[in-house]
């Protein structure tokens, strides 16, 4: 967020996307970079910023966080970090549905402006267990992966990934210790619930990460506080979207009704 001095609302940061790439047919990277991005904290990695979309005005940017001309805005987890070049990896899920995030991020060319707000707090996780279970889906895979990546000397942990077809998967770096199960997602949560139960290492010392459509992080969550013995207290859950809900409308029921 840049500070205004003449009084008016504070702006975003402005951006102009430097590459793309597509990852997998649902996944499309996203590089975006400016000189205003030079100054974000230096623990930017692994957490979420807001992407500011720009109207449809000609696809001018439009840098305003509040007020009645605001942008649309959605969150977007940090991938990669370089505060030398100024330069942010955002992974954005396409072809999947419609929303004007998805929508920009298709289309987007080297060239295309945006505005960046944040970053937002990381969910914090105590990481003192030996075992984890780390559950999401493409659109928290960075955050998963950012956890997996820290993990204490000796954990080992179980990382479930939904992915809309098997085409989705990736080629993951491998890590001591850390097994990733890709899961082809179906719309209701049995398979992903299978998924977890198969995980012979939860335990009720076990610490859990579950990011994923709302419903599923309350079905998987359920399930671990009825059977498990895991402690709330050891779990980080987010709904990262909610199926038919768009994301100004989510955040307002998530604030009325956390999960
Ligand atoms: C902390 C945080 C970090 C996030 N990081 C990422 C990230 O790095 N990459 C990423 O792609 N997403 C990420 N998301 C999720 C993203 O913000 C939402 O998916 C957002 O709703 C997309 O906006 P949109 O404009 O495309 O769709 P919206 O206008 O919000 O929604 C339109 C419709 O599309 C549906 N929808 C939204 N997202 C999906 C989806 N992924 N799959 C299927 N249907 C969907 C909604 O249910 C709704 O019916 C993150 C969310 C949070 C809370």
New binding site residues.
């Given amino acids: 967020m840049t500070k205004q001095l003449d009084g008016a609302p504070p702006r975003a940061r402005l951006a102009e996307v430097v590459k793309t790439e597509e990852l997998t047919p649902h996944l499309r990277r996203i590089v975006v970079a400016g000189p205003e991005l030079t100054t974000l904290p230096e623990d930017t990695l692994g957490r979420?910023v807001k992407v500011l979309l720009p109207g449809q005005d000609g696809g001018r940017p439009n840098l305003a966080l509040r007020g009645p001309a605001a942008a649309?805005k959605?969150?977007?987890?940090v991938q990669h970090y370089d505060a030398a070049r100024g330069e942010l990896s955002?992974?954005?899920?396409v072809n999947?549905?419609?929303?004007?995030?998805?929508?920009w991020a298709a289309g987007a060319e080297v060239g295309h402006a945006l505005g960046i707000a944040g970053p937002?707090p990381r969910k914090p996780m105590p990481l003192q267990a030996s075992h984890y279970l780390l559950v999401g889906?493409?659109?928290?895979i960075?955050?998963l992966w950012y956890y997996a990546e820290r993990l204490p000397a000796g954990a080992r942990a179980d990382v479930l990934i939904e992915i809309p077809t098997a085409e989705d998967r990736q080629a993951l770096p491998s890590l001591p210790g850390v097994r990733v199960h890709w899961i082809v997602e179906q719309p209701d949560s049995r398979r992903l619930l299978q998924a977890v139960q198969a995980c012979t290492g939860v335990s009720a010392q076990s610490e859990v990460f579950l990011g994923t459509e709302a419903g599923k992080v309350r079905a998987v969550k359920g399930y671990l506080l009825e059977r498990t013995g895991i402690s709330s207290l050891m779990m980080q859950t987010?709904?990262?979207?909610?199926?038919?809900?768009?994301?100004e409308r989510?955040g307002k029921e998530k604030q009325q009704n956390p999960l």
Avoid: E
Wanted: charged share 25%.
């Fill in positions: 979420y649309i959605r969150s977007y987890t955002l992974d954005f899920v999947r549905h419609r929303g004007p995030a998805t929508r937002g889906d493409l659109t928290s960075n955050a987010t709904g990262y979207w909610k199926r038919g809900v768009d994301a989510f």
